[in-house]
């Protein structure tokens, strides 16, 4: 097992240089998307954050103008412009890049190629980067530097309202001990939009001389109104001699302005079957990059 979690840290490391790096130094894609056509329904997403879903009536070499949803026509300078991009049900308005995490899982929903996000809270800071459309790297770890974990992820749309993906986390206790390793690989199905859904996870994490167990994770999202959603999130573990769980239900509240969310929840522990609520909340801050 520890032999199959080292040679799998090797690839991965072996992999992001290879095909990760060279996708950072690539240069930026023109945001006014020329493959985009009038009839297109699109989002034009501003570099202070804010967002208009619509159709791009003329464009120019200063300028475009969209019939938008809420405002009707509207003038915007391509300065002002980050990106243009084909809209679907699962990148609407809002701060919806967050909506493919919950607490502490992810799911189904895929980021555009580019796009990329932090996520921090008070045990440390999680990165992760769309290298391409449907694929997303990422690393995690606590304010000391330990663990620290690389991770990976490929997403599936296999209907309007029906994504999947499958990924794994890699991960080594660092300056402690770069020896002990740990490794988790999952799928998730996801039914919903980037609004309202409900998720399943599930996978199996295995550790350097401890074995492993399987996973579960169910979560939901629901939107409570045009900046704040209810978030459900959980994380059982199925092993042989212990089984616990964590619940954790919360609020997240956007700020599209600042392409930030905050969000906030309070846990539940279960262990062999006994609830131990934390006293202390969890709290999460996204930023877009």
């Not at 008070?122 to 980067?129: E, L, T």
């Not at 694929?135 to 309202?161: D, H, Q, R, Y």
Request: aromatic residues 12%; negative net charge; hydrophobic residues 45%.
């Amino acid at each position: 097992m520890r032999n199959l979690i080292n040679k799998t840290s090797y690839l991965l490391a072996i992999f992001l240089m290879l095909f990760v790096l060279p996708e950072l130094a690539l240069p930026q894609v023109d945001p006014l998307n020329e493959s985009i056509q009038q009839q297109d329904r699109v989002i034009v997403i501003k570099n202070d954050g804010a967002r208009f879903i619509g159709f791009i009536i003329s464009r120019d070499d200063r300028e475009i103008l969209l019939e938008t949803e809420t405002v009707g026509r509207l003038f915007i300078p391509l300065h002002e412009i980050r990106e243009i991009r084909p809209f679907s049900s699962s990148s609407g308005p809002g701060s919806n890049l967050f909506a493919t995490r919950y607490f502490l899982t992810t799911n189904g929903f895929s980021m555009s190629k580019g796009e990329k996000y932090a996520m921090t809270n008070y045990w440390g800071p999680d990165i992760n980067f769309a290298v391409a459309d449907n694929f997303t790297v990422g690393a995690m770890t606590s304010w000391l530097a330990m663990p620290l974990i690389g991770t990976v992820k490929f997403s599936f749309k296999l209907s309007e309202n029906l994504h999947a993906s499958i990924g794994g986390l890699f991960g080594t206790l660092s300056w402690v001990d770069f020896g002990y390793v740990g490794a988790l690989g999952y799928g998730t199905i996801t039914i919903g939009n980037s609004d309202y859904n409900v998720n399943l996870s599930g996978g199996y994490a295995g550790i350097s001389g401890e074995g492993g167990a399987p996973l579960l994770s169910p979560a939901m999202l629901l939107k409570l109104g045009d900046r704040a959603h209810f978030v459900l999130d959980s994380f059982i573990y199925l092993g042989e001699d212990v089984r616990f769980g964590i619940v954790v239900p919360g609020i997240r509240i956007d700020r599209p302005t600042k392409r930030a969310s905050f969000q906030i929840g309070m846990a539940g522990l279960f262990v062999e079957g006994e609830a131990i609520p934390l006293p202390i909340p969890i709290m999460g801050w996204f930023y877009e990059l």
